[in-house]
């Protein structure tokens, strides 16, 4: 039964996507990421596809990634393999050590940093400019991501920038009919379902822009691969979560697919959306 929603989910979504144009896939961007890698999950294939075209492409990480394993490792630790790994994966994606930027915000808490975010945003794109960037969705269930998303906002905002910003997904894949629908009273499920009913709709209608990635798919596991503290469980350590371990691989494998999905909207819709959500 998931396997048939999850493929008739599919098909709606494919049913109303356009490709990016040339034009646009040809234009330098900036890529705003959460914690190190949702770069790789939300628009790895995109990336990858821009440098094999030798267009510039720089990524902004806004929290250090300390909290993922707070249980078992010391955040400082933590935040120091997580950066490293990032530059890795940037490497593996064809982006230049000098095209990395890392604002430092404390994981879980980047709202309460977000103004502070948004000034040190700004520094970054008076160094860079770029009329392209990709941001988390602003509709996006962690808390780091919508705010992530709001501090791009902010600082876009200040800039007066013209231009396009792309929203990927991640987390909103952790959803029905994505996600499976857990046991638990009838009330829950039919809760989920209808929630998840009602977010793949308006993925449908926001989510039309896609860029292939079949081709280079490879290429994105290999630099997601990077990050060794997300995908690989130490043999010390058999209860260490991984991305492997989200619905029994089944998030993950969304996000290798035939192509990469994203909400076009102009800078000034983009800001304005993320005024109202913050209201």
């Known amino acids: 039964m998931g396997g048939f929603c999850q493929t008739v989910g599919r098909l709606l979504l494919r049913s109303s996507r356009v490709a990016i144009d040339q ?7 900036l ?4 914690h190190p890698d949702d770069e790789v ?26 909290s993922s394993h707070r249980d078992w490792v010391a955040p400082e630790v933590m935040a120091r393999q997580r950066r ?7 490497e593996r994606l064809g982006i230049e050590r000098n095209q990395v930027f890392f604002l430092d915000l404390p994981d879980g808490r980047v709202q309460d940093h977000r103004d502070e975010g948004a000034e040190r945003l700004e520094e970054v794109l008076g ?10 969705s602003l509709r996006e269930p962690p808390a780091d991501h919508r705010a992530t998303a709001e501090l791009t906002a902010l600082a876009l905002q200040h800039l007066a920038r013209d231009g396009e910003v792309f929203e990927y997904p991640v987390w909103l894949w ?17 809760r989920r379902v209808r929630d998840g009913a009602r977010g793949l709709w308006r993925m449908r209608g926001e989510f039309t822009t896609a860029v292939a990635m079949e081709d280079v798919a490879h290429q994105k596991r290999f630099a997601l691969n990077a990050y060794v503290s997300q995908v690989v469980r130490p043999e010390t350590s058999p209860d260490w979560p991984t991305l492997h371990d ?34």
Do not use: M, N
């Open 246 to 279: 989200v619905h029994g691989g089944d998030f993950l494998d969304r996000f290798f697919q035939s192509d990469e999905v994203f909400c076009r909207r102009s800078v000034a819709e983009f800001v304005a959306l993320a005024a109202k959500q913050r209201s």
């Open 174 to 190: 952790d959803q029905w009919p994505w996600a499976p629908v857990f046991p638990g009273s009838l009330r829950d499920g039919y």
């Open 41 to 66: 999950l939300g628009c790895g294939g995109t990336i990858l596809r821009k440098r094999q075209r030798g267009v510039p492409v720089a990524v902004v990480y806004a929290s250090d990634g300390s």
């Open 23 to 29: 034009e646009r896939l040809d234009q330098p961007c």
């Open 31 to 34: 890529v705003l990421a959460p």
């Open 127 to 136: 160094k860079l400019p770029r009329s392209q960037f990709f941001a988390p």
């Open 84 to 90: 490293q790994e990032a530059l890795l994966a940037c």
